[in-house]
């Protein structure tokens, strides 16, 4: 195993090797998932020095794994519009769920099955719900949930789920908030200074969007559970039970890593929102248990370690920024190449390091705009 701290000291990572094989297919919502151990410790990566980078247009990354069809016709821009329509419809489940009625469970559900063809086809709309920050004019939680919904879709795809159980995985990422669009919206601003009364408010979020999703005819069984189960985790830390990893719900537990995820890299606070892979180093080294090993590998797997965007150094003192990932090789991602100022090449210049053998990366920068 490649450790991330051997990057940041400059050590060649050995031949790039396959990923990790995907999990047998999940079982059936109603059994529930044995306990997996904690996650073996992965040391991250140190806080690199800042590097300044030119000014430069912005430029959405191209399909971040490259196992999609030739026959694909999915782009950046199809992706975004799927991505914003999902967020416009939970917006309409919003007031739907203000005013006591049910979502429209036949929409949402087609919606649903258009997300998983659509990252069963590239990687567009999964790195489209990687977005650091909330559209304009689009609701947080709204945002937030369509963000869960696709990549709990990704991660339930990447260990085997078919297709009926990633519909259902994603009606419920959809939905895990819906309990805060009762809470009044300046404390999820505000989530690390809650007073007790405010906290324990928040923290039955979970039973509340159960009560409404169970009162609004769920469309399958584990929908209730998935919901009231996301912040519940492997040691029995969670909330609002305090169940243990061999009693919660394993949509739920896709959700709790994704959530978590989510909330690292696009928190709803005024805080800025941490870089991907500063997200995965922080719940490889403080969440390793309270999330099942299998699910965190796989999250890894699906972000890589310098995911699209990522600013990093090469061996030869060169700056580069990820333009997109080698699903087979995380470690040898696509680069365009700036020189060692962080100034842009007058001619562009883009390396693929899964066919450059004597280049690697030696860890990621900061960026200074």
């Avoid at 789920?161 to 999820?188: F, N, S, T």
Wanted: glycine share 6%; charged share 20%; proline share 12%.
């Amino acid at each position: 195993m490649v450790r991330m701290s051997d990057l940041v000291r400059g050590a060649k990572p050995p031949a790039p090797a396959p990923a990790p094989a995907a999990a047998a297919p999940a079982p059936s919502p109603a059994p529930r998932a044995p306990s997996t151990p904690a996650a073996e410790e992965t040391a991250p990566p140190e806080s690199p020095a800042p590097v300044r980078l030119a000014p430069r247009a912005i430029v959405r990354p191209v399909a971040a794994h490259v196992e999609a069809p030739a026959t694909s016709a999915e782009t950046p821009t199809d992706a975004i519009a799927l991505f914003d329509e999902l967020q416009s419809v939970l917006e309409a489940v919003r007031d739907r769920t203000r005013a006591s009625q049910p979502p429209s469970w036949e929409a949402l559900t087609h919606l649903v099955g258009r997300v998983v063809d659509s990252l069963a086809a590239s990687g567009e709309l999964f790195w489209a719900a990687n977005a650091p920050t909330v559209p304009a004019g689009h609701d947080y939680l709204a945002f937030h949930q369509a963000c869960v919904a696709v990549l709990a879709v990704r991660l339930g795809a990447n260990i085997g789920y078919d297709r009926p159980h990633l519909v259902e995985l994603g009606l419920a990422g959809c939905l895990i908030d819906v309990g805060l669009w009762q809470v009044p919206a300046e404390r999820l601003r505000r989530l690390d200074t809650l007073s007790g009364d405010e906290l324990a408010q928040y923290r039955a979020h979970p039973r509340l969007g159960a009560e409404i999703v169970r009162g609004s005819a769920p469309p399958f069984e584990g929908l209730v559970d998935a919901v009231l189960q996301h912040h519940e985790r492997e040691q029995g830390q969670g909330f609002p039970q305090g169940l243990p990893g061999a009693s919660v719900h394993p949509h739920a537990k896709i959700l709790g890593l994704v959530d978590t995820y989510t909330g690292l890299t696009a928190p709803p606070s005024l805080r800025p929102g941490l870089r991907p892979h500063e997200a995965l180093r922080e719940i490889v080294r403080s969440k390793n248990e309270s999330f099942p090993t299998a699910l965190i590998k796989a999250l890894l797997s699906e972000i890589s370690v310098f995911p699209p965007g990522t600013v990093v150094r090469l061996n030869t003192g060169e700056v580069g920024r990820v333009i997109a990932v080698n699903r087979n090789h995380p470690l040898r991602p696509r680069v365009e190449v700036y020189d060692a100022k962080g100034q842009r090449l007058a001619t562009p210049k883009m390396i693929d390091l899964s066919e450059a053998p004597f280049l690697y990366i030696t860890g990621p920068v900061s960026e200074v705009r």
